[in-house]
């Protein structure tokens, strides 16, 4: 079973899993403030649960890809949208600070960007 680690928490989840379901279903969350509020509950269309992942991931959908392209995100960031990931492998999640969670300390700049598909 695959292994998401986040925040000192390390949790388990079934292969393929929602990753945004896999946090919350551990008393964890890829928002920050009030965006654990104001969100749009896992469609992909509001971009507050973007996180920096270490990992093997499932390709972009198109609704992460588009999301991703508007401010405050950039397209080239290396974020994803914890929403719209699907757990295949032990993952490692970073979520940045600010409304959105896209900035993510210079320590962990090193991040792998990985984007293949297991």
Not at 29 to 58: D, E, M, Q, R
Not at 76 to 105: M, N, T
Request: aromatic share 10%; proline share 6%; glycine share 10%.
């Amino acid at each position: 079973m695959p292994v998401v680690y986040y925040k000192g928490q390390k949790m388990q989840c079934e292969p393929g899993a929602n990753l945004r379901k896999v946090l919350l279903a551990h008393d964890s969350t890829p928002y920050n403030g009030w965006s654990k509020f104001l969100n749009c509950h896992g469609l992909g269309s509001c971009g507050t649960c973007a996180v920096k992942i270490k990992g093997v991931l499932n390709r972009k959908s198109f609704m992460e890809k588009w999301r991703l392209r508007f401010p405050p995100h950039k397209e080239k960031s290396g974020l994803r949208l914890a929403c719209q990931v699907r757990v295949w492998s032990d993952l490692e999640v970073i979520k940045g600070d600010g409304f959105w969670g896209h900035r993510i300390p210079m320590k962990n700049q090193e991040i792998n960007q990985s984007q293949n598909q297991p």
